[in-house]
Each structure stands twice: as C-alpha cells, then as structure tokens.
C-alpha cells in the first residue's frame, strides 16, 4: 500500500510524513542510495553539521529527511537551510528498510550534485597540493581533506583511491563535509604526472625510510605537491620519478610508520609555517 502524504504543521515550514517505503520520497532515497554513478546529479548527505557545512559552501539542497526517533521535539533546526527545502520525517521502519546495511542517519539530505573538481581548478592558486597515492581508507582520505582544508593547501589530488565520486558518503562524513570546502579531484597518475610539470611544482613525497628529516621542509620556499602513499605501498614508481625531496618524520624505534593522514597532516603543517 502507499501510503498518503499527510502535512503536519510544526512550529515552522510544513513536514511530510513518509509512512511507507513506496512513498515517492522513499523511493528517490532508494535510488539515490542504490547508484554507483560516478557522476550522480543527487546524493545524500548525512547529519546535521555536514548538511550544514554544506550548504555554507554553496551545495543546493533537493530535500531533508529526519527519523521519526530524531523529531521527538520537532523538526531539527538547520543553519543556512531556507524555508523552500521539502522537509520530511521518515518513519523508522521505513529509514531502516531503506538504509539496510548501510550506515543509518537520523538526519540526512539529498543535495544537487556540484561539478566534479578537476586538477585545472587546482591552476593558479595558492597552498600546497596534497597527493594522495593510492590512499584508499576513506577515513584517512577525508582526515586528510579536512586538514588541508585547515591548513589553507590548494586541494587534495586522490591517485588511485577506489572512489568513483567525491560524493561518497563516507568521505562527506570522514571530511566533516569539508569536502565541499577545497577541492578534491580524482585523477589518474599519468594526469598527476602532466599536471605537476605544466604547473612546475615541486614534488616533496613523505616515507618513513627516506634519509631527510622532515623539518628541511621549511627550508623550501616553492610551493609543493606533497606526495604521501598508500596504506601498504608507499609512494608509486610514477610519483616517486618526479621527487625533488623525500623526507622522513622522525619516529622512535619502537613504531614502522604513522598513519598516513598524521603524516600528511604534520608534513603540511610544516610547510605552511615556514617562513
Ligand atoms: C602507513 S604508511 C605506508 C607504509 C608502507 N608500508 C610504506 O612502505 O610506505 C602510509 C604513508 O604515510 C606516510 N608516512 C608514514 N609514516 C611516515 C614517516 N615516519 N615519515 C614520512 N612519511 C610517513 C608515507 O607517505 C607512507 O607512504
């Protein structure tokens, strides 16, 4: 049976109640869910500060869906979300029903999908670029995001990351939905590679064996391409032709390597203090 849309009056703009997963809007989520586009026009957006960090950065909203559970005092109040955004309340089952395995949110969007970015918009900016070789963890991915976003670097390149979009919802949450704040653009190597020599950046790849201690960073005044590899690999043969410094963050005996978004975090850190 589909269920009826009823309006309800909260204090505020109308909600409709969705009671059944065949409700049209139970469907679209389904779909926005199902996709494995690499180039979707929606996508969805879970909780509130992401929503919201979101929508400071521009991205337009399709429509906001809250849980039955997560309405008990009323439609959550977003920032910067405006009266015309569709409000919904999602029965539980039907959230549940419609989320399965996935990771379920109590507050979630579906938001119009921006352009990608591409490695041109990264052309005549300022900050270092962050290029993740082979980084496949999207926690480590969107840690790393959101501190080159701190840190002022340009954007962060994702070389062989098994992402098909930024728009992943894993890597919208990991980032703090920073994401939207600096550019991320998956490219190939042989892209990296022409990009990186159009734009005569340096190349600085971090490895843990490297004999240059890290803080020699600071000595160099071009802006950088910092290069941190993989979980398991390291830096690749194609990033690695291209280096002009390899450093080393110094550890004690006792630990192989640091986790990779520490790594880059600590190496941006240094360049963009230097003086
Ligand atoms: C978990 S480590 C990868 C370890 C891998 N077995 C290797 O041989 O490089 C992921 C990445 O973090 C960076 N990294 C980790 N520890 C580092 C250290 N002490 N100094 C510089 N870079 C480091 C490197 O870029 C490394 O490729």
Redesign the pocket.
């Given at each position: 049976m589909v269920a009826t849309t009823s309006a309800q009056r909260t204090a505020g703009p109308t909600v409709r109640r969705v009671e059944s997963a065949r409700h049209p809007a139970a469907r679209r989520i389904a779909d926005v869910l199902r996709s494995r586009s690499d180039t979707p026009r929606v996508f969805v957006i879970d909780d509130r500060e992401n929503i919201e960090q979101a929508v400071a950065c521009g991205i337009e909203l399709d429509s906001v869906y809250a849980t039955g559970s997560a309405v008990a005092e009323g439609f959550p109040t977003l920032a910067g979300v405006g009266p015309g955004t569709p409000l919904h309340v999602l029965d539980d089952a039907v959230a549940s029903s419609l989320f399965g395995r996935q990771k379920q949110s109590r507050v979630f969007a579906l938001a119009h999908a921006p352009r990608p970015p591409r490695l041109g918009d990264l052309t005549g900016t300022t900050g270092d670029v962050v290029v993740l070789?082979g980084?496949r963890l999207v926690g480590n991915i969107g840690a790393i995001t959101r501190t080159a976003c701190a840190l002022g670097a340009a954007g962060v390149v994702l070389l062989d990351s098994d992402l098909r979009t930024i728009l992943d919802r894993r890597l919208i949450r990991a980032s703090r939905g920073l994401v939207f704040a600096t550019p991320v653009v998956i490219a190939d190597r042989d892209a990296c590679v022409d990009f990186v020599r159009r734009e005569r950046l340096s190349v600085a790849?971090?490895?843990?064996?490297?004999a240059e201690p890290?803080h020699r960073i600071r000595g160099v005044a071009d802006r950088l391409a910092i290069?941190?590899?993989?979980?398991?690999?390291?830096?690749s043969p194609a990033l690695d032709s291209l280096t002009a410094h390899r450093?080393?963050?110094?550890?004690t005996q006792k630990?192989?390597?640091?986790?990779?978004s520490?790594?880059?975090g600590i190496?941006l850190y240094e360049h963009a203090t230097r003086r």
């Open positions: 070789d980084v790849a971090l490895s843990a064996d490297a890290l290069v941190v590899g993989g979980e398991r690999g390291g830096v450093y080393a963050i110094p550890m630990v192989e390597s640091l986790n990779v520490v790594a880059a190496a």
